[in-house]
């Protein structure tokens, strides 16, 4: 069992690695088709919050490749360089994107208000669970009550993940049916803005498949004990 972990693994690294690549490539296309409107990253970001009654949410410039994200602590939405200076399709899409979850902020989305509980868990549980795991494993017929405990914190990462789907599904939706209703992307652009969008989130459906069946595997690993 402990092998058919293993290859799991690697099975999932690999399949990550190739829908990361994937990612990359269909961002750095999109990056390149300058927006028929011509509006900045930033510009756009505005002009969502705006038009959704937000004011009391920062668009900021962070350093990094894919690294935009909203931050419902500081009430910020936070694009890379690219996506808050550019203005292709890729900075139309990302930062719409992330102004949606500062859209579910605002209304007090549910999925959202639930990952959002479950962070300092995750954060906890992160730092520890693979040890713990690792631990359980190796002694789980004389400790089983360890990797039940590092089954426990794992799942509490599978949940987040899971969690995770909708959160990032609705945001695109609020993103692209708001980039259509207001014409920010042509009917041109609008299906590469999609495309983009929806490999985005097929990181996260990988890392949620990938963290459900590694977590019945250690279920498996415990239940076959002795």
């Not at 899409?93 to 579910?104: I, P, Y």
């Not at 300092?120 to 690792?134: E, R």
């Not at 190796?138 to 899971?162: D, K, M, Q, R, W």
């Amino acid at each position: 069992m402990t092998s058919s972990i293993f290859m799991v693994s690697i099975l999932f690294i690999g399949l990550s690695m190739l829908v990361s690549m994937v990612l990359k490539s269909k961002f750095t296309k999109y990056s390149k088709i300058r927006l028929y409107k011509g509006l900045t990253g930033k510009e756009i970001a505005d002009k969502m919050l705006k038009d959704n009654g937000i004011y009391d949410v920062q668009v900021v410039s962070v350093n990094g490749f894919l690294s935009d994200h909203y931050n419902p602590a500081t009430k910020t939405v936070n694009l890379s360089p690219d996506v808050y200076s550019g203005v292709s399709i890729s900075a139309a899409a990302v930062a719409a994107h992330e102004c949606g979850h500062a859209v579910q902020h605002a209304t007090a989305y549910p999925w959202l208000k639930m990952r959002s509980n479950l962070v300092p868990v995750v954060q906890f549980s992160s730092t520890i669970v693979q040890w713990v795991l690792l631990a359980g494993i190796l002694l789980v017929n004389t400790f089983p009550s360890l990797l039940l405990g590092g089954i426990i914190l794992f799942a509490a990462t599978t949940v987040f993940s899971v969690i995770t789907l909708p959160v990032e599904f609705d945001a695109s939706k609020r993103a692209l049916a708001w980039l259509n209703s207001t014409n920010i992307t042509t009917d041109e652009e609008y299906p590469k803005a999609k495309d983009a969008l929806k490999w985005a989130a097929t990181t996260y459906v990988v890392a949620a498949l990938a963290s459900i069946v590694t977590l019945i595997q250690y279920i498996f690993i415990y239940q076959n004990r002795r």
